[in-house]
């Protein structure tokens, strides 16, 4: 079992709230990712991180920022939220051990933007 | 990101027969592969990963084929079961050193009873 968090795992909220998503993991790890996702869909990058104070756009584009001020905390705002952002977004890392390749993923956080 | 696509959405298989999920990448500079299932409101679980230099690996009730020469992969579950009902993608790195994954659209297996 992973040790990522995501929280909250289910936000509705109304259109032009500004929103954090949070994502956390206790492992040490210091790549981190944002991916978002429609259900049964497939996972879209939208953000990364490969230690502190990097961050990198993904391969879609999205309106959300995100920040890395600690290695253990990857969080994504919404500074004005609309429908269109209606998804789920799933957090993942990857250490730097070369053993394993696998992303770790937290269990998402599903938003409604009413 | 890489181009990866997945042969079947679907897969409806009966309780205890085998599964075979597809998956075909176009980038020959990718040096691993990842399978990950999805169960309903969870994240992403790893599966099995398989190398470049290998052509087949087994796990647990699974295995995964690579044929790079049609750059396509395979992930085949033996006696599926229930508990294996899930949607199933296949991950690709870009290449060397890069450590972003594309993800293909996903198989969504059903398994009857």
């Known amino acids: 079992e992973a040790d990522i968090y995501q929280t909250p795992r289910y936000l509705v909220i109304g259109t032009g709230k500004k929103i954090t998503l949070e994502c956390s993991q206790t492992?040490?790890?210091?790549?981190m990712y944002w991916y978002q996702q429609d259900p049964g869909m497939e996972l879209h990058l939208i953000h990364y991180?490969?230690?502190?104070?990097?961050?990198e756009k993904g391969d879609l584009s999205s309106e959300s920022t995100v920040s890395r001020i600690r290695t253990e905390h990857f969080p994504l705002t919404l500074e004005s939220a609309r429908p269109s952002h209606t998804s789920q977004y799933l957090c993942?890392?990857?250490?730097?051990?070369?053993?394993?390749?696998?992303?770790?993923f937290g269990p998402g956080t599903r938003l409604t933007v009413l | 990101g890489e181009n990866v696509g997945l042969h079947l959405p679907t897969l409806s298989v009966q309780e205890g027969d085998n599964s075979i999920i597809n998956c075909a990448y176009s980038?020959?500079?990718?040096?691993?592969f990842i399978w990950y299932k999805q169960e309903s409101g969870k994240g992403p679980q790893f599966i099995i990963d398989?190398?470049?230099?290998?052509d087949k690996r087994q796990g647990q009730r699974v295995t995964v084929l690579l044929n790079k020469t049609v750059k396509h992969l395979s992930l085949q579950i033996a006696a599926t079961q229930p508990g294996d009902s899930a949607v199933y993608f296949c991950?690709?790195?870009?290449?060397?050193?890069?450590?972003?994954?594309?993800f293909g659209a996903g198989t969504t297996v059903t398994v009857r009873a």
């Open positions: 993942a890392s990857k250490g730097h051990r070369e053993t394993y390749n696998e992303q770790f």
């Open positions: 492992m040490g790890h210091d790549k």
């Open positions: 991180s490969y230690g502190v104070n990097s961050t």
């Open positions: 980038n020959s500079a990718s040096d691993y």
């Open positions: 398989i190398r470049s230099n290998m």
């Open positions: 991950a690709v790195p870009g290449g060397s050193n890069d450590y972003k994954l594309s």
